[in-house]
C-alpha cells in the first residue's frame, strides 16, 4: 500500500462552492486539498464577475433553511474580512398574475406601490410583484479571493492549473478503522491528475459545468448553458439604492434579472436563457448584438439608465431538470460528496454549501438536505 499522506477531504474544483468548501473544512481543522484546472480568478465557469444577487425571496419554502444558514455564513465572512460583503438594496420580482415569492419579510406589493419601493423601475402592465426588502449585492469576485485566503490562511493547500483526470476508491486496507475527526470510516479515494495522485478519505466533486464530465452516469440529469449578462456605467443615481434595487421579471424569452449599481459595480442585467453550451470550449464573447439587447431590456425596466459605455460578460449554467442543486454522497459511494449547486442561483449560498460539505465530510447528519439528494441524478439518468 502507497505510503502516499490521505488527506481528510480532496475538493475538486475552486470555484465558490468548492473554495467556500476547503474553507470551512479548513477552518475546522481538516487537512484539505482544493484543485483546480484553470488559475485563481479564471473566467472559463460560473463564479467568476463582480457581482452576485442575494434574496431570500424564493418560490419554494423549502429553501428557506438554506437561505438563512448563507445570509449567516456572508455575516461571518463579512466580520472575518472586516468588511461586509453584502450589500442590502432590496428587491422586487415581479410575474405575471399571483404572487410566486415567498420568505424572509418578502411581501407581495400593489403595483401603485412599486414606484414608491423603487422609483426607477417599470414593470409591465398585468404584473404583480413581491417585494423582499433583504435582497442585495454581493461582492462576489471578492468573496472569492476572501474563501481561497481564508482556506490558505486555516492550513489547506490550493493547487491551481492542475486538472482531476479520474478517481478510485479502494476498500479493506489495512489504514482502515482509524477514522479521524469523527469522519466514518470508509475507503480511500485515489485521484489522479495530470500532475500525479493524491489520497483521501473525501472527494468533494464541486466542478460546476464539468460535473457531468466527471460524473458520466449522470450527464443527461444536467445541462449548461451559456449566459450573457450586460453592466452600465457607473455612477447613475437613479440605478443605485433607493431609486433602484435587485428586480426580476419573467418575461415568455426568459426571466429577466437585474441588478442596482453598488458595492463600485454597474446597474446589470441578464436572461435566465442560453444556448448549451460545451464547458471545454471557452465561452464565446458577447456580441454586440446580445450585448445591445441586454442594454435595450434594461432601459425598458429603468429608462432613466445610460447603457452607453456598459459592458457585456459571458458565463456558464448547469442547470438540473428541477432547478434545484444536487448536494450529497454519491448513491452507494459515501467517500465521494457532490456538491453541484448553480442552476442560475448558486452563488448567495456559498458559505451555506461551504458548511453543509463539511458537516457530510465530518458524518454530521444533515436530514434539511434531502431535498437536494443526488439520487435524483441516477433515477433521472
Ligand atoms: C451570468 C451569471 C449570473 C449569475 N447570477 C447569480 C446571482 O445573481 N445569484 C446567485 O446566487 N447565483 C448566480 N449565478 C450562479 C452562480 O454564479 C453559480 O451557481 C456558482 O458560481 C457555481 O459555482 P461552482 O463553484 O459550482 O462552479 P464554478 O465556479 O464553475 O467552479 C467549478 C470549478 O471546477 C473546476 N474544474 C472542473 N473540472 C475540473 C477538473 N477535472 N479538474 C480540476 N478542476 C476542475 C473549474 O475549473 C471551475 O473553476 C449566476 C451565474 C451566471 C453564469
Known amino acids: 500500500m502507497s505510503t502516499m499522506n490521505r488527506h481528510d477531504a480532496i475538493v475538486l474544483g475552486l470555484g465558490i462552492h468548492g473554495s467556500a468548501a476547503v474553507y470551512e473544512l479548513a477552518r475546522r481543522g481538516f487537512d484539505v486539498v482544493g484543485i483546480d484546472r484553470f488559475a485563481p480568478g479564471h473566467a472559463r465557469g460560473s463564479s467568476h464577475g463582480a457581482t452576485r444577487m442575494f434574496r431570500r425571496a424564493y418560490p ?8 438563512e444558514r448563507a445570509h ?45 419601493v423603487a ?13 423582499d426588502p433583504d ?8 468573496a472569492l479571493a476572501h474563501a481561497q485566503a481564508g482556506a490558505l490562511g486555516a492550513g489547506a493547500t490550493l ?23 469523527g469522519t466514518a470510516e470508509h475507503g480511500t479515494v485515489t485521484v489522479r491528475t495530470d500532475r500525479g495522485e493524491l489520497r483521501g ?5 464541486a466542478g460546476g459545468a464539468w460535473v457531468p464530465r466527471l460524473l ?24 443605485q439604492p433607493p431609486a433602484l434595487g435587485c428586480f426580476s421579471v419573467d418575461l415568455p424569452e426568459g426571466l429577466v434579472f437585474g441588478l442596482p449599481e453598488a458595492a463600485g459595480s454597474g446597474a446589470k442585467i441578464g436572461l435566465d436563457a442560453g444556448p448549451v453550451w460545451d464547458p471545454e470550449v471557452p465561452v464565446a464573447p458577447p456580441t454586440d448584438a446580445e450585448a445591445e439587447h441586454l442594454a435595450g431590456l434594461l432601459r425598458r ?13 459571458a458565463c456558464l449554467y448547469t442547470m438540473t431538470p428541477d432547478r434545484r442543486f444536487v448536494l450529497g454522497a454519491l448513491p452507494g459511494r459515501p467517500e465521494v460528496i457532490v456538491a453541484a449547486a448553480c442552476s442560475g442561483h448558486g452563488f448567495k449560498f456559498g458559505p451555506a454549501i461551504g458548511e453543509a460539505v463539511a458537516d457530510l465530510v465530518a458524518g454530521v447528519d444533515r436530514p434539511d438536505l434531502a431535498f437536494l439528494d443526488p439520487a435524483r441524478m441516477v433515477t433521472a439518468a
Open 60 to 67: 419554494n419554502p423549502l429553501w428557506n433553511d438554506l437561505v
Open 72 to 116: 449567516r455564513g456572508w455575516e461571518r465572512w463579512g466580520a472575518d474580512d472586516g468588511a461586509p460583503f453584502l450589500h442590502p438594496t432590496g428587491g422586487l420580482y415581479a410575474h405575471r398574475g399571483m404572487p410566486t415569492m415567498q420568505g424572509g419579510r418578502s411581501r407581495p406589493v400593489e403595483r401603485a406601490e412599486v414606484g414608491a
Open 119 to 131: 422609483p426607477s423601475l417599470r414593470l409591465p402592465q398585468g404584473y404583480g410583484a413581491v417585494h
Open 135 to 142: 435582497a442585495g449585492v454581493l461582492e462576489a469576485a471578492r
Open 159 to 181: 493547487r491551481f492549473e492542475e486538472s482531476v483526470l479520474g478517481w478510485t476508491v479502494e476498500h479493506g486496507t489495512a489504514e482502515h478503522g482509524t477514522a479521524e475527526h
Open 201 to 205: 478519505r473525501r472527494l468533494v466533486i
Open 216 to 239: 458520466p452516469a449522470t450527464a443527461g440529469f444536467f445541462e449548461v448553458w451559456r449566459i450573457v449578462t450586460f453592466t452600465a456605467p457607473t455612477g447613475q443615481p437613479v440605478a
Open 301 to 313: 425596466f429603468a429608462p432613466g439608465i445610460t447603457t452607453d459605455g456598459g459592458e457585456a460578460a
